[in-house]
């Protein structure tokens, strides 16, 4: 439900944004527009401030949108007015507010995309889950909960790691370049810092891609097990499992992240 609400408010604004577009051209350009509606179908609500003011209205299905300009050709137009008419303004004001709606969309467009990229877009750090059995990563030395800080090709200039992103497009800088990566990493308990060193002569760099980590081993990022939706009357129910609870060992076996629970 709430991805659906989601769904219909962008839809709305994205057709706010472009029919105020049209709409706001249109009386720079002395031209009268009657209504401005967001949506199609029968009208839900609707506020006009006088007789001769634009009408504004919110119709039931939100499927688009229209701003109803003042034209001789839909009908009559009273004397006074021809000259507020959209189809007795000059052509290139006709061309701008035709195409004031894309560019209003396009506007809004390189606004979000200017503000994330000014805010920026929340990450997780290069905070590791427990390596794969016999993989790269674990003959590496590397543990559930080891907290990559900085990594370096070949020991030589350090950098310091913000992101599993960061940490992933590191290594395949260091399996392109046929070298070993270094890295300073911190335990899962914050307190030992050591430097561990993976071994990439085995990997292939044209194989390497988005999910390049997991391919040596590494998971991430890590998580405790945790458990989180109980199911009323399922097994786990009726052991006594509670939403919340950590899980630390099943079968005798130590968990050291959610990715060994699963």
Known sequence: MSTLLAFVVTLCLLIIVHEYGHYRVARLCGVKVLRFSVGFGRVIWRRQNGPD??????????????????DEREGPVPSEL???????RPLRQRVAIVAAGP???LLLALLL?????????????????????????????????????ASSTDGQEWHEL??????????????EAGRKLHLDATDADGHGRRTLV??????????LDAQ???????GGPFSPPLLGKVSPGGAGDKAGLKS???VQAVDGALLTDAATLR
């Open 113 to 149: 995309f200017a503000s994330v990229n000014w805010i920026g877009l929340e990450e997780p750090k290069a905070l590791l889950g427990a390596p794969l059995a016999g993989s790269v990563a674990e003959r590496a030395g590397m543990r559930a909960g080891d907290w990559v800080q």
């Open 162 to 175: 913000q992101s599993l992103s960061e940490l992933s497009w590191r290594l395949t800088e260091a399996v």
């Open 244 to 246: 919340g609870d950590l």
């Open 212 to 218: 390049s980590l997991r391919k040596i081993g590494l």
């Open 103 to 105: 560019l209003a969309n």
């Open 53 to 70: 003011a634009t009408e504004f209205t919110l119709c039931l299905l939100p499927l688009g949108g229209y701003v109803r300009m003042l």
């Open 198 to 207: 993976l071994d990439t002569d085995r990997l292939d760099g044209s194989e």
């Open 82 to 88: 021809t000259g507020q008419a959209f189809n007795s």
